[in-house]
T-cell receptor, first 110, second 116 residues
Framework: GQQVMQIPQYQHVQEGEDFTTYCNSS?????IQWYKQRPGGHPVFLIQ?????EVKKQKRLTFQFGEAKKNSSLHITATQTTDVGTYFC??????????FGTGTRLKVLA | DAGVIQSPRHEVTEMGQEVTLRCKPI?????LFWYRQTMMRGLELLIY????????DSGMPEDRFSAKMPNASFSTLKIQPSEPRDSAVYFC??????????????FGPGTRLTVL
C-alpha cells in the first residue's frame, strides 16, 4: 500500500538556524498537506500543495511540491522556539484518504 | 466556533472493559475521520464517514472496534473488549467539502486512552 516517509525523524537546532524536513511518497500524489502538532496537542493544518513544482510561503515557512508529485519539503528560516513540534506531511492520491507521514520532531534550543 | 469536540480527554480502563469515545464535528462539516496515534505506528486512519455514512473502515484494527455516526453532529468509537495494545491517542477530525477531497482536516484535542 501507499507509504509516506519523512526524514529526518528528529532534528535539534539552535534558535535562528534553518530547518528542513523532507517527505517522500511511494506513489504519485494528487495533493499533499502539511500539519504541525505541538507537544501534547493535536495536528493543525498548515497548507496544501496541488500543482507539480508548486512553491508556497507562509512567513518563515516555505513549502515545495516535487515535479513528479512524489515528494515535498518544508523549510523554516531562522527557527524560533515557537516552531517546536512535530511536522507531518499527508498525501492523497485524489480521494478523501490522506496517508500521514512518519513526522519530523523539531526541537529548538534557545 | 468551538472546533471539533472530543470526550473524554483522558480515559483509563482495565483490560476487557468497554470504552466509548465521543466526537462532535464542526457544524456544517460533512466528513468525519477517526485516527489513532501511537509512537510505533504514527497517525493511522481508522474510519471515514461522509454525510454520516461509513465510507471506508479498512483501518479499523479488528472486530473489537466499531464506529457510528447517528447524525451530523455526533460520532462514537467503541472498543469492546479493550486490550492494553489499544492504548493510544484517538483523534477525531472533520472537514467540509464533498467526500473530503483536498480539504483541510480540523482535528479535535484527542482522547488519551490507557488500558491497564
Amino acid at each position: 500500500g501507499q507509504q509516506v516517509m519523512q526524514i529526518p525523524q528528529y532534528q535539534h537546532v539552535q534558535e535562528g538556524e534553518d530547518f528542513t524536513t523532507y517527505c517522500n511518497s511511494s506513489t504519485t500524489l494528487s495533493n499533499i498537506q502539511w500539519y504541525k502538532q505541538r507537544p501534547g496537542g493535536h495536528p493543525v493544518f498548515l497548507i496544501q500543495l496541488v500543482k507539480s513544482g508548486e512553491v508556497k510561503k507562509q512567513k518563515r515557512l516555505t513549502f515545495q511540491f516535487g515535479e513528479a508529485k512524489k515528494n515535498s519539503s518544508l523549510h523554516i528560516t531562522a527557527t524560533q522556539t515557537t516552531d517546536v513540534g512535530t511536522y507531518f506531511c499527508a498525501g492523497s492520491s485524489g480521494t478523501y484518504k490522506y496517508i500521514f507521514g512518519t513526522g519530523t520532531r523539531l526541537k529548538v534550543l534557545a | 466556533d468551538a472546533g471539533v469536540i472530543q470526550s473524554p480527554r483522558h480515559e483509563v480502563t482495565e483490560m476487557g472493559q468497554e470504552v466509548t469515545l465521543r466526537c462532535k464535528p464542526i457544524s456544517g462539516h460533512n466528513s468525519l475521520f477517526w485516527y489513532r496515534q501511537t509512537m510505533m505506528r504514527g497517525l493511522e486512519l481508522l474510519i471515514y464517514f461522509n454525510n454520516n455514512v461509513p465510507i471506508d473502515d479498512s483501518g479499523m484494527p479488528e472486530d473489537r472496534f466499531s464506529a457510528k455516526m447517528p447524525n451530523a453532529s455526533f460520532s462514537t468509537l467503541k472498543i469492546q473488549p479493550s486490550e492494553p495494545r489499544d492504548s493510544a491517542v484517538y483523534f477525531c477530525a472533520s472537514s467540509s467539502r464533498l467526500a473530503g477531497v483536498g480539504n483541510e482536516q480540523f482535528f479535535g484535542p484527542g482522547t488519551r486512552l490507557t488500558v491497564l
